[in-house]
């Protein structure tokens, strides 16, 4: 476990802030032979009265027995640790949808469009054609086998993040939410299944 000492006076360098108080320059590490700190939680605040944080070095072993053998633990190992922990933690790249995608999959043959058809026939009569074409143009709405509908999520660059595959009554237009039809399915999920997409593709 080692031998451990109230860091010795020599000038604001050896005073650093308190963990508990956050006062800076009140708090003393316990360090060992070669002045090594044990821990940056352990010591003692200068401010005894108003704040009396006192960690010990048997306290921090008796919490932390893995650390029992000498210079097990150290601030160069924290750091490395810290370090370690960065660089797991990097943010995952966006992952986008090829756009042929969204090209290939648009299509009036949805369940979805044959109710706008039916309804707006009712409006516009012979311009209804006209007018879902330009529907189909502007939100690039898609169409899979089974009649369902792919809305695309397209960002403001025009990258495809993915595509929302929903399925409706083409008779009242309600979306069908169970079933032996599913209800929900997202473009990433089924490329993903078909190792289109890297397993480890990420929706960010």
């Given at each position: 476990m080692g031998n451990y000492s109230l860091q010795k006076y020599k000038g604001t360098a050896t005073r650093h802030t308190c963990p508990k108080c956050g006062d800076r320059h009140s708090f003393v590490y316990y360090v060992d032979e070669n002045n090594v700190p044990l821990h940056p939680s352990v010591g003692r605040c200068n401010h005894e009265s108003g704040c009396g944080y006192?960690?010990?070095?048997?306290?921090?072993?008796?919490?932390?027995?893995?650390?029992?053998?000498?210079?097990?633990?150290?601030?160069?190992?924290?750091?490395?640790?810290?370090?370690?922990?960065?660089?797991?933690?990097?943010?995952?790249?966006?992952?986008?949808?090829?756009?042929?995608?969204?090209?290939?999959?648009?299509?009036?043959?949805?369940?979805?469009?044959?109710?706008?058809?039916?309804?707006?026939?009712?409006?516009?009569?012979?311009?209804?054609?006209?007018?879902?074409?330009?529907?189909?143009?502007e939100y690039r709405l898609g169409a899979t086998r089974d009649g369902s509908v792919i809305f695309w999520q397209i960002d403001r660059t025009g990258k495809v993040r993915t595509g929302k595959v929903m399925q409706y009554n083409?008779?009242?237009?309600?979306?069908?939410?169970?079933?032996?039809?599913?209800?929900?399915?997202?473009?990433?999920?089924?490329?993903?299944?078909?190792?289109?997409?890297?397993?480890d593709w990420q929706l960010s």
């Amino acid at each position: 476990m080692g031998n451990y000492s109230l860091q010795k006076y020599k000038g604001t360098a050896t005073r650093h802030t308190c963990p508990k108080c956050g006062d800076r320059h009140s708090f003393v590490y316990y360090v060992d032979e070669n002045n090594v700190p044990l821990h940056p939680s352990v010591g003692r605040c200068n401010h005894e009265s108003g704040c009396g944080y006192h960690y010990t070095p048997k306290e921090y072993f008796q919490e932390h027995p893995e650390h029992r053998t000498t210079n097990d633990f150290s601030f160069d190992r924290q750091r490395a640790e810290q370090k370690k922990v960065k660089q797991q933690s990097k943010p995952t790249a966006i992952g986008y949808i090829p756009p042929h995608y969204v090209e290939k999959s648009q299509s009036e043959r949805s369940n979805f469009f044959r109710f706008l058809f039916t309804l707006l026939t009712s409006y516009y009569g012979d311009k209804a054609k006209e007018v879902l074409k330009r529907l189909l143009e502007e939100y690039r709405l898609g169409a899979t086998r089974d009649g369902s509908v792919i809305f695309w999520q397209i960002d403001r660059t025009g990258k495809v993040r993915t595509g929302k595959v929903m399925q409706y009554n083409p008779e009242d237009g309600h979306r069908i939410k169970g079933g032996q039809t599913s209800a929900v399915n997202w473009i990433h999920s089924i490329l993903k299944k078909q190792r289109v997409l890297a397993e480890d593709w990420q929706l960010s």
